[in-house]
């Protein structure tokens, strides 16, 4: 296969181990769910953080260990425990963006059209 189809193998080949993988873990469930379950969390928070801040490596790989680490232990612990433990990850994600998004802003500010942005009087 040639184009876009050259990879669609190794993509059906990888689909079919997770469908195994996750068909397999519901049907012995238990801790295996559980670990299952923690592990795609804290791979769909690797790939948010990486969509988000590319250039941020160690921030997605930290995220991602603190999200699947408290979805984990979050099954085991009281609701009222367990709630605050999962936006642990979700509130320092937000905290790295915003620290993120001052930089950006500081870098439009410092550039061209920052400086004709406060040129003008609006900056």
């Known amino acids: 296969m040639t184009g876009i189809w050259s990879d669609l193998a190794s993509r059906f080949g990888s689909g079919a181990i997770l469908a195994f993988l996750g068909i397999f873990s519901v049907w012995v469930g238990g801790h295996l769910f559980h670990v299952v379950v923690a592990l795609v969390c804290g791979l769909m ?8 801040a590319p250039r941020n490596r160690p921030l997605s790989l930290s995220l991602a260990g603190l999200a699947g680490g408290a979805t984990l232990v979050a099954i085991y612990l009281p609701p009222g425990f367990a709630l605050p433990l999962l936006l642990v990850p979700a509130i320092l994600g937000f905290g790295a963006t915003w620290q993120w998004a001052g930089h950006l802003y500081d870098l439009q500010r410092s550039g061209p059209a920052g400086r004709i942005w406060h040129d003008v009087g609006a900056g």
């Open 45 to 52: 928070v690797w790939e948010l953080v990486n969509m988000l």
